[in-house]
């Protein structure tokens, strides 16, 4: 194709896209006491109850160490002691926007990335184009987990702790702040744990090999914890929370890296 039919099918599918984000944004709104219901569910189920319900899933309640540990957890869960105002006169209209704009995307993710993949796939080697699906796959794997792991455990974490300080003080929490919270919590967990694959995208162009990030390990660490800092609210808590993980994730990047250098002499 010419660079010019190049531009049109590029605009072509950005109106696809910029059209169904505006269809699902539509469709939310029509929704939004189930959204609301979701938002607010790290509130009403806080970390004690939801360990709990983990070791009654893979041990059990009954006849065990765990059993009693899961009875006495759940035991002193509750409700986290917070109530969500909205504190200004258009900021219910705010948060509402952003709620819809922000499942309208979610829902549109599916026909976007397609977008995407049917723009970058004719320009792919057959050896790239084998490789792509796995890949795409993985990135968006990795991407959920991220976000699941700030939702059921992260998010709870931090507003328990958050709603205990200061005990004396009433928790009156604005809609808008708590959504941009909640928001950039999510995003920002999915993006972090997309780090084993850009470390195993780095191997793969020959920036640097898995033996170079064990050396590096000591500026990982400054550089996660940095990362970790921009892509969460300002509090130590929910720093550490995607600091520790990430950690562990390097190391699985390491493995990746290495997978990836030992690839070419399969074929050889």
């Keep these: 194709m010419a660079f010019l039919d190049h531009l049109e099918e590029f605009r072509r599918r950005i109106i696809v896209c910029g059209v169904t984000i505006i269809l699902f944004m539509v469709v939310s709104l029509s929704f939004s006491q189930v959204t609301m219901r979701i938002l607010m569910f790290p509130l009403n189920m806080p970390i004690n109850t939801l360990l709990a319900a983990v070791i009654d899933r893979t041990v059990g309640s009954e006849g065990s160490i765990m059993g009693f540990f ?99 003080l009433a928790n009156l929490w604005e809609l808008e702040r708590y959504v941009n919270f909640l928001t950039r919590l999510l995003l920002g967990f999915g993006i972090a744990f997309e780090l084993p694959i850009v470390m195993a995208f780095l191997s793969r162009i020959g920036v640097i090999n898995a033996q170079g990030f064990r050396e590096r390990q000591s500026y990982a660490v400054v550089g996660i914890f940095t990362m970790s800092a921009m892509l969460t609210p300002a509090d130590v808590l929910s720093m550490l929370l995607m600091g520790i993980p990430l950690m562990l994730l390097y190391q699985l990047g390491i493995f990746f890296a290495f997978l990836v250098e030992q690839e070419p002499e399969s074929y050889a």
């Design 70 to 168: 899961s009875i006495a957890l759940r035991a002193s869960g509750s409700s986290i002691d917070a109530e969500i105002i909205k504190g200004g006169v258009i900021e219910g209209i705010m948060a509402y926007l952003k709620i819809s704009i922000t499942c309208g995307v979610l829902l549109a993710s599916p026909v976007i990335l397609y977008q995407v993949w049917a723009f970058v796939f004719p320009a792919l080697t057959q050896q790239e184009k084998r490789f792509a699906l796995p890949l795409f796959l993985i990135i968006v794997f990795f991407f959920l987990v991220g976000a699941i792991f700030a939702y059921f455990i992260v998010i709870p974490v931090i507003l328990e702790f958050s709603a205990k300080l200061f005990p004396d």
